[in-house]
């Protein structure tokens, strides 16, 4: 298979510039001026008139959890939710279009109190209302409700005790009101059954990602489901999308260790190491913050592990010389993770998911450890306003970016879908422009250039991975994982980014995506 793209322009984010690009069987092979390249194909080489438009790397994905995703789309979506009423509207009209058996557990994913008309999470009581056993998620995340039915389901009563880094919320009475926070909700939330229609809907999931422009994906928390899940996926050869996955670190280490062949790609998924969680999220005030949030009293969130535990994990991964995603929202669990550390250079290339209050003043030591930081950036126009609320004047440092930049940290940026869709471009905006819902700018002094913000979803993130050798950039040898945009972004202005088309989607110099033009 030969392709010649020409006549358009070329971002290769190698600071370098040409006419056209040959592909065959996958790869760049060659990068030059038309004519030469023309003279030297064969007869049989497709043309690809670019019309002017833009031919570039495809976006790479730092952060994600596909499966999580896939998971969705057979959900109630409560996205956008302004009222618990509305919630409890959107699972009734669930009801009545897929009528569920009786006792089937729904799940709704997506709500946001703080965008609630009564500024609170909803309560077992309020989601009694539902005639079914109910669990909703927060859209970080890190939180959840459940109904009384539910609880019975999940045989929850008011002697349980909270789990380290997490707790049940109670009332007044001390009973169980159905909130959930972090490891109580992750561990509960937790799906043991992967079935054929879990396959489906994660194939489902790749043609989404493939819709942005992406063409490396990330399952960011794997245990045995989702490790079984893609594992099957690939031996049934369903996978046209690179996945790597990361191995949840406290108990499913042997996942890892246990299958070496994952180590590097079969039929496109790999496993790239291990994951660990040292906090919950800012808009949730779960996030572990030095000073405390405001009109919170001393509160300042808290940590899910002890130093001691959190040595004992990063001393694994660097003995078994294996990469190390570690979530961290707040500066105190940032804080924690790199005193752990304790300056020690490795080339495991450790990576700082979400980095949302992560300091300047911090980002040397990651700098020594040869850490990378990704930033979590759509923060700032999702819940700018929150973190303001909740933060004060510390909400303009909120993904510092300018800052690791200046440290000449090789910064990625990524979604945490299913928390937003994996937009790219939109992750893009909000690096350059840093507005909020409200049109506040969120530290102006840590905007970056649109070039730079590209870097942070190609050539970064292809380097995260340890794949900057054939991925990340339009250069001979590479892999053609490239994506065709009806506009140049560094080319317009930048609110213009937002309305950008992203045309066409090629894998290893297959068109695996083609937008429907209406």
């Not at 940590?303 to 961290?328: F, N, R, S």
């Not at 929202?329 to 998911?353: S, W, Y």
């Not at 933060?391 to 303009?396: E, P, T």
Request: net charge negative.
């Amino acid at each position: 298979m030969r392709t010649l793209y020409y006549n358009g322009d070329i971002l290769t984010m190698e600071n370098s510039n040409f006419e056209a690009i040959y592909v065959e069987n996958g790869i760049i092979k060659k990068c030059g001026d038309l004519k030469q390249l023309k003279y030297s194909i064969s007869n049989d080489t497709e043309l690809i008139d670019l019309h002017g438009q833009c031919l570039m790397p495809a976006f790479i994905d730092s952060h994600s959890h596909i499966a999580s995703l896939a998971k969705t789309l057979n959900l109630v979506d409560l996205s956008n939710s302004t009222s618990i009423k509305e919630i409890i509207e959107r699972f009734n009209k669930f009801i009545n279009i897929t009528k569920p058996k009786e006792n089937k557990l729904l799940i709704g994913f997506g709500y946001d109190h703080n965008f609630l008309k009564e500024q609170r999470h909803p309560l077992a009581i309020d989601l009694d209302q539902i005639p079914y056993p109910v669990i909703i998620s927060h859209t970080s995340g890190h939180m959840g409700v459940i109904n009384h039915k539910a609880m019975e389901l999940f045989k929850l009563d008011n002697n349980v005790s909270d789990p380290e880094g997490g707790k049940y919320g109670r009332d007044k009475n001390n009973q169980l009101n159905g909130y959930l926070e972090e490891r109580a909700f992750i561990e509960l939330a937790a799906n043991n059954d992967t079935n054929d229609d879990l396959k489906k809907q994660l194939v489902e999931a790749l043609k989404i990602y493939a819709s942005y422009g992406i063409t490396t994906v990330q399952e960011g928390f794997m245990k045995k489901e989702e490790f079984e899940l893609l594992d099957s996926l690939a031996k049934d050869n369903k996978l046209y999308l690179d996945i790597v996955g990361y191995i949840d670190i406290r108990d499913n280490q042997k996942l890892y260790q246990d299958n070496p062949a994952y180590h590097q790609y079969q039929n496109h998924f790999k496993l790239g190491g291990y994951k660990l969680f040292l906090d919950g999220s800012p808009q949730g005030k779960t996030a572990w913050i030095s000073k405390p949030y405001l009109d919170s009293g001393d509160y300042c969130g808290y940590p899910i592990y002890q130093d001691k535990e959190v040595k004992e994990y990063v001393d694994t991964a660097l003995q078994e010389q294996v990469q190390l995603l570690t979530h961290c929202n707040g500066d105190m669990a940032a804080k924690q993770l790199l005193d752990v550390f304790k300056d020690r250079a490795t080339n495991t290339r450790p990576v700082m998911i979400h980095c949302q209050t992560l300091r300047p003043d911090q980002l040397p030591q990651l700098k020594k450890i040869g850490m990378i930081p990704s930033f979590f950036v759509n923060h700032i126009y999702y819940w700018g306003d929150i973190h303001l609320k909740n933060l004060g004047k510390r909400a303009n440092e909120i993904s510092c970016l300018h800052s690791a930049l200046k440290q000449e940290l090789p910064y990625t940026l990524h979604q945490d879908s299913p928390v937003i869709p994996p937009n790219m471009l939109e992750s893009v905006w909000c690096a350059c422009k840093r507005e909020t819902k409200t049109g506040i700018i969120l530290g102006q002094d840590e905007q970056i250039s649109v070039y730079n913000a590209l870097k942070g979803v190609t050539i970064n993130a292809a380097y995260q991975y340890f794949e900057e050798k054939y991925k990340g950039s339009i250069k001979e040898g590479k892999i053609a994982d490239l994506i065709i945009l009806d506009k140049n972004p560094c080319k317009i202005p930048i609110d213009d980014i937002l309305k950008i088309n992203i045309l066409k989607t090629i894998k290893n110099g297959k068109v695996v995506y083609t937008k429907d033009i209406q």
